[in-house]
C-alpha cells in the first residue's frame, strides 16, 4: 500500500497532485483543489472479481421493496409510495427552510421497525427536544445522538440497531480517515459514502440533511447526487409560508411529483388541496389578475397570476418576473406587442406567482399574457376566468398535455369559464358545469377574455 492515503484533485480537470494547491497547473483554475482518499488495492481486486461473475438478468430474482408510510401523504406521494426500506435519502435545501422541522416530524409518524435514531451535528440535545415539544411530539422511539464522527456514528448504530438513521447535517461529518473540514467536498463525499455502506451492509432506512444555498455554490449535496437512492429539495421563499417538496432523483419512483407543505408555527402542515389556499385572497375585482392551472407531477393546481404595468419613466423598460421565467416573460410581452399589437415598448412589467411558487410550465403561457394585457389595460377579467394553453411565437394558443385534468379542477372550484386552444377543445370529451372557449391565437384570446 502507498504511504500516502489521500491525494488532492483539481475538481475541473481532474489534475492530481500529492500536495494541495491553490492554482490547478493543468486548467489555470483557482481553488479546484480538493482531496480525495486513495482506494487501496485490496478493494480494486475485489472489485474485479465481482463484476467477472456474470450471470443471465433473467435469473435474476427480484425483490419487491418494503416501504414504511412516513404519516405524511404528500411527502409518500413524492417517495413513489413511502420510503423504501433500506434506501438512502437525501433531503437538500436552504438553511432555515424547514428540513429539520419535517423530518422530525416524520420521525414521529413513520412507521419503522426499531427506533429512530437523530444525529444532529448542528444541534444540541436540548434544542431537538425544545423542537420536538413545540411540535407537540412526545415519542418513546425516537433516540438522540448528538455526534459529528462517522465512525462513531458507525458505532451508535451497532449499538442502538435503529430502523431509521437520520444525519442533520452531512456539513457537519466528519471521517476521521480525511484531514480537510467537514463541511469541504472531499469530507461531504466520504462521510456519505461511509453511510451509504454502512445503510446498505445493514439495510437500515437512512435520510441525510443537506443545505445548498441558492446557486448551490458551497459544498453541498449536488456532489452526492449520484451517491444516494433518492434525492428530494424542500424549497420556498423562506419569508412567505409554503415549501414545495420536489423529487429530483429517484431510484424507486418517478420524479415529476412535488408535495406541498405550509411552515406554521406549529410545524409543517401538509396542503392536500393546493386550489383551495393559492387563490382565496383574491381582491375583489383586480385588473391584471388572472388564474392558471399548472400540473405539477399528476395533480393539476389552480394559481394566481398577478401583473403591473406601468409607463417606464426612464431609459430601458424594465421586466420583472417572480416565480416564472424571465426569458418567457420577455418572450410573451414581444408576442402581446407584434400579435395583438400592445404597445408594451415604453411599459415596465412586473409579473408576480401569488404564495411564493415557481411555475414553468408553457400552459401558463396564456394566463401570463392575459394579465399582462388585462393590467395594461387596466380593464379587469372576469373574476371566475382560468386560462390555459402555450403561446407560440406566431401567436397562436397551442393545447397542453393534461388538458381535462386541470378542467376538472377549474370546475370543482366553482370557475364558470375556460380558454383553452380551439384544438384542445374540438378533442375534449368533457361535459362539466364550465363554459370553454376555444380560441386560435392571442388576439382571439384577448377579444373573447375582455368580451368582445
Ligand atoms: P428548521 O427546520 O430548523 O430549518 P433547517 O433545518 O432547514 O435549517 O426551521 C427553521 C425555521 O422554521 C425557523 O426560522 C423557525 C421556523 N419554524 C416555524 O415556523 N414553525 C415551527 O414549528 C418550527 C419548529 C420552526
Ligand atoms: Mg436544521
Known amino acids: 500500500m502507498a504511504k500516502n492515503t489521500t491525494i488532492f484533485v483539481c475538481s475541473s480537470c481532474g489534475n492530481e497532485s500529492p500536495k494541495w494547491l491553490g492554482k490547478c497547473p493543468g486548467c489555470g483554475g483557482w481553488n479546484t483543489y480538493y482531496e480525495e482518499k486513495v482506494v487501496k488495492d485490496k478493494t480494486t481486486n475485489q472489485k474485479r472479481i465481482a463484476a467477472s461473475e456474470t450471470i443471465k438478468l433473467n435469473s435474476v430474482e427480484t425483490t419487491k421493496y418494503e416501504r414504511y408510510k412516513t404519516g405524511y401523504e404528500e411527502l409518500d406521494r ?49 434544542q431537538i427536544k425544545m423542537r420536538a415539544d413545540r411540535l407537540g411530539i412526545n415519542n418513546e422511539n425516537i433516540f438522540f445522538l448528538g455526534e459529528t464522527s462517522i465512525e462513531l456514528i458507525d458505532e451508535a448504530i451497532e449499538k442502538v440497531k435503529p430502523g431509521l438513521v437520520i444525519i442533520d447535517s452531512i456539513q457537519t461529518m466528519y471521517s476521521e480517515e480525511i484531514s480537510s473540514a467537514p463541511g469541504s467536498v472531499s469530507q461531504v463525499r466520504e462521510a456519505t459514502s461511509k453511510i451509504m455502506m454502512m445503510c446498505k451492509k445493514q439495510n437500515i432506512t437512512t435520510i441525510i440533511i443537506g443545505h445548498v444555498t441558492k446557486d448551490g455554490a458551497i459544498a453541498g449535496p449536488r456532489v452526492l447526487e449520484h451517491m444516494v437512492d433518492t434525492v428530494l429539495y424542500l424549497e420556498g421563499e423562506r419569508y412567505f409560508s409554503y415549501r414545495v417538496l420536489r423529487g429530483v432523483k429517484n431510484r424507486f419512483g418517478s420524479t415529476n411529483e412535488i408535495g406541498l407543505f405550509e411552515m406554521r408555527d406549529i410545524g409543517m402542515a401538509e396542503i392536500d388541496n393546493p386550489s383551495d389556499i393559492m387563490i382565496t385572497e383574491r381582491e375583489d375585482n383586480p385588473s391584471g389578475s388572472v388564474i392558471v392551472a399548472p400540473v405539477e407531477g399528476t395533480r393539476p393546481m389552480l394559481i394566481e397570476i398577478q401583473a403591473l404595468l406601468t409607463p417606464t419613466a426612464f431609459g430601458l423598460p424594465r421586466r420583472t418576473g417572480i416565480g416564472i421565467d424571465y426569458n418567457r416573460l420577455v418572450l410573451l410581452m414581444a408576442v402581446l406587442e407584434k400579435r395583438a399589437s400592445l404597445p408594451l415598448g415604453n411599459q415596465d412589467a412586473y409579473v408576480n406567482v401569488v404564495s411564493g411558487i415557481q411555475i414553468d410550465e408553457p400552459a401558463t403561457d396564456l394566463g401570463i399574457a392575459l394579465a399582462v394585457a388585462s393590467s395594461f389595460k387596466n380593464v379587469p377579467l372576469p373574476k371566475d376566468l382560468v386560462a390555459i394553453g402555450e403561446i407560440g411565437l406566431t401567436g397562436e394558443i397551442r393545447t397542453v398535455n393534461s388538458l381535462e385534468k386541470r378542467i376538472k379542477e377549474a370546475d370543482r372550484m366553482g370557475f364558470k369559464t375556460c380558454i383553452i ?21 392571442i388576439r382571439e384570446a384577448i377579444n373573447s377574455a375582455f368580451g368582445k
Open 421 to 441: 386552444a380551439e384544438s384542445g377543445r374540438k378533442q375534449l370529451k368533457y361535459k362539466g358545469n364550465i363554459n370553454i372557449i376555444g380560441v386560435k391565437n
Open 78 to 126: 413524492v417517495l413513489g409510495g413511502g420510503l423504501v426500506q433500506g434506501s438512502l435519502v437525501l433531503l437538500g435545501g436552504e438553511p432555515g427552510i424547514g428540513k429539520s422541522t419535517l423530518i422530525m416530524q416524520i420521525c414521529d409518524k413513520v412507521k419503522v421497525d426499531g427506533p429512530v435514531l437523530y444525529v444532529s451535528g448542528e444541534e444540541s440535545a436540548s
